[in-house]
RNA sequence: GCGGGGAUAGCCGAGUGGUAAGGCGACGGCCUGCUAAGCCGUUUCCCUUUGGGAUCGGGGGUUCGAUUCCCCCUCCCCGCGCCA
């Protein structure tokens, strides 16, 4: 949610916002107009009450007294009747302000490159050599802006569905059988290097100091709207029939809601966090993309990134979220690159976003395996999650990032590290983890 | 799932129809060679802030007035039951 006092005192900004993000003020226009009511009707009901409080007080000390009430008692009923009627108003325009408010989108960083959509994502950093397939050459030219080392390779490399299968390291049809497309049952080694990625990720966590956890898998409807937008109620989020209980899409959710309502101590900040789940997301409006095999799929596990800080730290501790998980994907040797999302790629909730795009060599492309957000104080407003200042209770500021999606990875890893005979070498840094070199 | 007991400010904790004691911590000030102690003040949210309103787990009800009485819900503790 964003601050009602710049909606209040400095609507440009969020009109500038709204521009950068391609994206119709009148939504503001509306939330000011409401607001504005907001306090009209407010100001009228405090001031009621403020009558109503007098007579009480004037009933007590009459009745400490011995003197009559009667008349007191009246004024009081009548005045009641003014006051329910007001408030009601009231917690109409309130919450009809507030679904408009919390509607609205955060507040883009100005740094951000301005463009409507995905095609204005901006490449900014190049780490790796690639294994450039011949027929890709051009496709791998363009999209790393032609300054990436590459290698050619003589050989078409097989796509992870069709080398996965082949080794009987997944099974896709039972698993849609048993739970429908986007499913996956991992067989053999690719377990061990599934739990191998996890284990290494959480270690290498925490040596940089966060703290490790495992959440909740499910929140309630309190915690889910605080932490996310309401369009991932539709397009990601599985609903528990029955319950009021939501299935985390990342352990983001859970870590935001973790500290909801609670005032943090200064010296406490910042809270690194390394949260370790399995995500469930529906998907829905991905038809026809990346249909077969684990590349896109309903639940995955995910080792995340979740800081709390200081306003004035945010930018920075971005930077260092993002370079843990290039730090973390360089000791894999997966090439990639980081580009900065263009303003109309954002999402509601994030400021400023970086991926990371592994290149994937049988699919020819970049693709998305890290997500690095800056929300500022637009979830911590959402949540009530602030800490105490010499000046006063100020909200944190929250941020994300992925460490490692372990299906993401694994394909990433598959395609990068197989020879022409279907071997796979396994990482390096994954050995001692698996207890084999290849598989 | 059943029975019993609970939830009060950052923390602890009193209050059983008349408008939230007290303590601790934190912050500011006074005093003081320094420190400590002592004293005073501040320490939730909202509004158009010399003022007003809301707030005792959440929601509803009774009442002129509810932390207090009634109903529903959530969570915690104890015991019983069930269980990987």
Avoid at 96 to 114: H, S, T
Avoid at 198 to 203: D, E, I, P, S, V
């Amino acid at each position: 949610m964003i601050d009602v006092n710049i909606l209040r005192k400095n609507p440009e900004i969020l009109y500038e916002s709204q521009k950068r993000r391609f994206q119709s003020a009148e939504i503001v226009d509306r939330a000011k107009k409401l607001d504005e009511q907001w306090r009209i009707v407010l100001k009228e009901s405090n001031e009621l009450k403020s009558k109503k409080n007098k007579i009480v007080r004037q009933i007590a000390e009459n009745a400490r007294k011995g003197l009559s009430i009667e008349d007191l008692r009246a004024e009081a009923l009548k005045i009641d009747e003014e006051i329910s009627k007001l408030e009601e108003e009231l917690r109409r325009i309130e919450s009809e302000r507030d679904q408009v408010l919390m509607k609205i989108p955060n507040i883009v960083d100005f740094e951000a490159p301005v463009a409507p959509d995905e095609t204005g994502n901006k490449p900014v950093l190049f780490w790796g050599k690639a294994r450039v397939f011949r027929d890709h050459l051009e496709d791998f030219k363009k999209s790393s802006l032609d300054s990436m080392e590459y290698e050619l390779i003589d050989f078409k490399p097989a796509s992870h569905v069709d080398l996965l299968q082949q080794k009987d390291l997944v099974d896709l049809e039972r698993a849609a059988k048993v739970a429908g497309s986007r499913f996956y049952y991992l067989k053999r080694d690719l377990v061990l290097l599934e739990v191998s990625l996890q284990l290494y990720a959480l270690k290498f966590l925490s040596q940089k100091g966060f703290k490790i956890v495992e959440p909740p898998y499910m929140l309630n409807r309190y915690s889910m709207e605080g932490a996310t937008d309401f369009s991932a109620f539709e397009d990601t989020i599985y609903k528990i029939e029955g319950d009021e209980l939501y299935l985390i899409a990342t352990s983001e959710h859970p870590l935001a809601a973790m500290h909801s309502d609670e005032i943090l101590e200064e010296n406490n900040l910042p809270l690194l966090y390394g949260g370790i789940s399995p995500c469930f997301r529906r998907e829905a409006g991905a038809h026809g993309k990346d249909t077969k095999g684990i590349f896109r799929v309903h639940q995955f596990n995910k080792i995340e990134q979740f800081a709390y800080t200081k306003p004035e730290d945010s930018k920075n501790f971005h930077k260092i979220l993002l370079d843990n998980a290039m730090e973390f994907f360089k000791s894999l040797e997966i090439p990639f690159r980081v580009v900065d999302i263009a303003t109309g790629d954002l999402g509601n909730v994030a400021s400023r976003k970086f991926d990371i795009e592994a290149w994937y060599p049988a699919q020819g492309q970049f693709r998305e395996v890290v997500s690095a957000s800056n929300v500022l104080d637009y979830q911590a407003r959402r949540l009530k999650i602030r800490y105490r200042t010499k000046e006063g209770n100020k909200f944190v500021h929250t941020l994300n990032s992925t460490l490692v999606a372990t299906t993401r990875a694994m394909v990433a890893i598959v395609e990068n590290f197989q020879e022409s005979d279907g071997r796979i070498t396994v990482p390096k840094v994954l050995r001692d983890y698996m207890g084999k070199d290849e598989i």
